[in-house]
């Protein structure tokens, strides 16, 4: 395989057409010799496992990981005893109980396993999942009231809850019990609840910092059956069988985009090989009402089940996920599949709306170009689709990114941000908060939410902009893709694309490989509908290459690809192509350079 490094960048690449230079991806050369010698890799596979921290002697562990070997211990956890002697203690007295969730995948599939749980113990738990439009994120004073006058006296909140200091408080002035299971950030201060099990609570000393709320609530079942166990709760019933539901703990981790590193790869990676049996009756349904088939992978968690999943909370009824994931009801699954398949067609309208509106706001500001951040809000834009235009705008801004729909009937704005590696924007939105700029706030590194009063926005626009500068600075000075190897057309096949899968599961703390190839011509280049844009890569080998660059008509790469002048660099990854069972692949293109204009 050719060698592209360079002084200048990878092939020369300094600037690309996305503005990036292109780098290959560091790797010690004594580690990458141990993989090829200890595992019997190729080379760019040893170099592509060494370079993602995969040390010497964790190869084998890394392509083959286990829970057995990475569960963490449920003790490590700080209240995770508490919670669990909790919920042993309310299961054996029957106490009524309710299961509070967040309104995303993440809430639902942490939901979906504690009523599970207690189901298969006799006991059925309500899930309760507050309205976007009209309750807002996580609990609220309201929201307990309801509960409370319900008549439960304990409720569990899962993906949310541990900076809910006011509804919290008024939990406990009401007589209801809380136990929090959460993974956001949260201040130092420690509500007074029953519980409160969260790896990125102060103090908590777990190092599961990166698990979903999902992967947090696997764990916690884990408790359950040890201190059922302890209770003897088994000697005449059978221990629940944890594994049935690592596809929940998958879906949580991979839709909520957490980094698939240590135990929460093993939990990504088990939990696929769960989902792709396809048992869970709502997960089967949604997947048939896709027409999506075959093994489980995160494309069809990320792409296919979670989109639909979400459009719930998104748009219409915020149940509707939880109670798909929950429910043993073929019939009942189906409905609500096809319900929540119909609210994602909808929720893509709203969104492209809301996208284009927003683009055409970005570039008729000119304080946004030069800004750390884009800041943008306008009067009616739905908050249940701004998160996701706000990773759109990210990635064709390459900053981080805020959108704020407002309501002026409520005289409220609502948030949603995502930033780029490196900028802590759930550390600057709490900083916010804390300067009393925002009614709420919160969130982890990658993304966060909040509501604040619309004649605040410009204030809060300065000061998150003023907040992010340095770490902004020093992002987009590192902003370069990332190579891991170097291709030709023809070289770019099935077998290539095989070997790199044993490094799957891929996202976050485990980037999926990036290939490059060098001076390849455009051939037949086709702008299709939604803006993205297909071509023939070929090189002077007479190789062949399908291509295709997503959502790229009205970008630089895309106009360059249309044009189909000249040879180019073009870097992307590999994907399989099973039209009409011939087994193939195709490159999504990622970014691609002039060779004549790449500093």
């Known amino acids: 395989m050719p060698d592209g490094g360079s002084a200048t960048g990878y092939l020369g690449v300094a600037r690309s057409l996305t503005g990036r230079a292109w780098r290959e991806r560091p790797a010690d050369p004594a580690v990458v010799r141990r993989h090829q010698l200890a595992l019997g890799l190729s080379e760019p596979l040893a170099r592509a496992l060494a370079s993602r921290g995969v040390e010497a002697d964790g190869g084998e562990t890394y392509l083959n990981p286990t829970l057995k070997a990475q569960f963490p211990d449920p003790s490590s956890f700080l209240d995770m005893d508490r919670a669990a002697a909790i919920l042993i203690d309310a299961l054996l007295a029957n106490r009524p109980m309710t299961v509070f969730a967040d309104y995303d995948v993440d809430g639902a599939s942490s939901a979906a396993q504690l009523v599970r749980w207690f189901r298969v113990m006799g006991m059925e738990l309500p899930i309760y999942v507050p309205d976007r439009m009209t309750e807002g994120y996580g609990p609220s004073p309201a929201a307990f009231r309801k509960i409370r006058e319900s008549g439960m006296d304990l409720v569990v909140t899962v993906d949310c809850g541990a900076a809910a200091y006011e509804a919290l408080a008024y939990a406990k002035e009401i007589g209801l019990d809380v136990v929090v299971i959460d993974h956001h950030l949260m201040r130092d201060e420690i509500p007074d609840v029953a519980a409160l099990v969260n790896p990125n609570r102060p103090g908590c000393e777990s190092g599961q910092g990166v698990l979903a709320a999902a992967g947090v609530a696997f764990v916690l079942l884990a408790a359950l059956n040890r201190e059922a166990r ?36 093993a939990l990504t990676a088990q939990g696929l090989k769960v989902m792709s049996a396809w048992r869970n009756p709502g997960l089967k349904a949604l997947l048939e009402i896709a027409k999506g088939s075959g093994p489980a992978s995160v494309f069809h968690a990320g792409f296919i089940l979670g989109p639909r999943i979400n459009a719930g909370g998104r748009i219409g009824r915020s149940d509707l996920g939880a109670r798909l994931l929950s429910t043993d009801d073929p019939e009942e699954a189906a409905t609500l599949a096809a319900e929540l398949d119909a609210l994602n067609a909808s929720r893509k309208e709203v969104e492209k709306d809301i996208f284009d509106e927003a683009v055409r706001i970005v570039e008729r500001e000119s304080n946004q170009g030069d800004a750390p951040m884009a800041l943008v809000a306008a009067d009616g834009w739905h908050p249940g689709v701004i998160g996701i235009v706000a990773s759109r705008l990210r990635e064709r801004y390459r900053k981080p990114t805020m959108v704020i729909g407002v309501d002026r009937a409520a005289n409220i704005g609502k948030g949603s941000g995502r930033s780029q590696p490196g900028v802590n924007l759930g550390r600057a939105v709490q900083a916010a908060f804390d300067e009393g700029l925002l009614l709420a706030g919160g969130g982890h590194a990658m993304a966060a939410g909040l509501s604040v009063r619309p004649e605040v926005i410009p204030d809060l626009r300065a000061f998150l902009n003023d907040r992010i500068a340095t770490e902004a600075e020093i992002a987009a000075a590192e902003d370069a893709l990332d190579i891991d190897a170097l291709v030709t057309a023809g070289g770019a096949d099935r077998g290539l694309w095989r070997a790199f899968q044993a490094m799957a599961p891929f996202g976050p703390g485990n980037p999926e490989p990036m290939f490059a190839a060098a001076n390849v011509r455009v051939e037949r280049p086709m702008a299709l509908r939604g803006g993205h844009v297909r071509v023939t890569l070929t090189d002077g080998s007479g190789g062949r290459l399908k291509a295709v660059a997503w959502r790229a008509e009205e970008t630089e790469l895309g106009r360059t690809l249309l044009a189909g002048a000249g040879a180019i660099h073009v870097a992307g990854r590999l994907k399989p192509d099973d039209w009409q069972g011939r087994e193939s692949v195709e490159l999504e293109i990622e970014d691609a350079a002039d060779p004549r204009r790449v500093a």
């Open 230 to 265: 302890g209770r003897g709760l088994f000697q005449d019933r059978a221990e629940p069988d944890l594994r049935q539901w690592l596809d929940l703990a998958a879906l949580g981790a991979i839709c909520d985009v957490t980094q698939l590193v240590g135990f929460n790869r």
